[in-house]
């Protein structure tokens, strides 16, 4: 079964760092580009960030830049995002999802990890 | 920078009748459009991509059209399972999403 599981939500405060991962099981995982999606309390979705096959390219959306990295290790099928200096407004599910890139969609989704930053 | 914009913001409908949804960009988008659905507490799910095409085990009540600016999502008979949220996007950009709910 082709699947995606993130871990590693949870409560920050202001300032604070969170390191997020995805275990992607069931398909060939360097083959893929992937990114991480998320989604405010009541609100629609956003792209936060992918990276290439064998992590040569990486991009950002403009409010993450700088203080957030996504990273990958084929050899243990992983993604992971790494979140510092985080901010309020980074308070959301974060979803990590598979990129048919050729296609512009994205076409497999992580269950969701819920990353909450408040004192 | 291409804006999508969705509408109607929600639509309310009942089972058995025909929803169609709107996704406009601000600039054309050729065919790269994909659509999703979400239900509350959930991940989206891949509906259509490249405009018109289905992904796998999407019911054919569903379809997309459209190119260009301007796309469109419609199913075709509501079920009781199609109440949720459609999020339109393409590439790296999301619209704000239509609520589909019962009438």
């Known amino acids: 079964e082709v699947q995606l599981v993130e871990s590693g939500g949870g409560l920050v405060q202001p300032g604070g760092s969170l390191r997020l991962s995805c275990a992607a099981s069931?398909?060939?995982?360097?083959?893929?580009?992937m990114s991480w999606v998320r989604q405010a309390p009541g609100k629609g979705l956003e792209w936060v960030a992918n990276?290439?096959?064998?992590?040569?390219?990486?991009y950002y959306v403009d409010s993450v830049k700088g203080r957030f990295t996504i990273s990958r290790d084929n050899a243990k099928n992983s993604l992971y995002l790494q979140m510092n200096s985080l901010r309020a407004e980074d308070t959301a599910v974060y979803y990590c999802?598979?990129?048919?890139?050729?296609?512009?969609?994205?076409?497999?989704w992580g269950q969701g990890t819920m990353v909450t930053v408040s004192s | 920078e291409i804006v999508l914009t969705q509408s109607p913001a929600t639509l309310s409908l009942s089972p058995g009748e025909r929803a169609t949804l709107s996704c406009r960009a601000s600039q054309s988008v050729s065919s790269y459009l994909a659509w999703y659905q979400q239900k509350p507490g959930q991940a989206p799910r891949l509906l259509i991509y490249?405009?018109?095409n289905r992904a796998t085990g999407i019911p054919a009540r569903f379809s997309g059209s459209g190119s260009g600016t301007d796309f469109t999502l419609t199913i075709s008979s509501l079920e009781p399972e199609d109440f949720a949220v459609y999020y339109c996007?393409?590439?790296?950009?999301f619209g704000g999403g239509t609520k589909v709910e019962i009438k």
């Open positions: 069931g398909f060939t995982f360097s083959s893929y580009w």
């Open positions: 999802a598979r990129d048919m890139r050729t296609k512009g969609a994205f076409d497999i």
């Open positions: 990276i290439k096959q064998d992590g040569s390219e990486k």
């Open positions: 490249d405009a018109s």
């Open positions: 996007q393409q590439r790296t950009l």
